[in-house]
């Protein structure tokens, strides 16, 4: 059975660190571009990262630049995303899949909340 377990998000002040994981059963990781993604409350999920298969390759969405960093670990079967210099606008539910994502891979996520 596939799943991606998403874990690491929480509750921190404007200007913190966060750094998330998804970790993957089966072969979704193998020869795949992995992404995170998020949804902030009333608005559509969105695409915030993404990496190649062999992690050599990554892209951003122009909000997160030179703040968020996406890596992979393929011997283990895990995405992390590291987020720095955190803003109240990445408030969200974050979730990894591939990419593009596929419907059925979508797991229950982890919250950020950046507030004061």
């Known amino acids: 059975q596939v799943q991606l377990v998403e874990s690491g998000g929480g509750l921190v002040q404007p200007g913190g660190s966060l750094r998330l994981s998804c970790a993957a059963s089966?072969?979704?990781?193998?020869?795949?571009?992995m992404g995170w993604y998020r949804q902030a409350p009333g608005k559509e999920r969105e695409l915030v990262a993404v990496i190649s298969s062999g992690g050599g390759r990554t892209n951003y969405v122009d909000s997160v630049k030179g703040r968020f960093t996406i890596s992979r670990d393929n011997a283990k079967n895990m995405v992390y995303l590291q987020m720095n210099s955190l803003e109240p606008e990445d408030t969200a539910v974050y979730y990894c899949?591939?990419?593009?994502?596929?419907?059925?891979?979508w797991g229950q996520g982890t919250q950020v909340t950046v507030s004061s």
């Open positions: 089966g072969s979704i990781f193998s020869g795949n571009a």
């Open positions: 899949n591939k990419h593009p994502p596929r419907l059925a891979y």
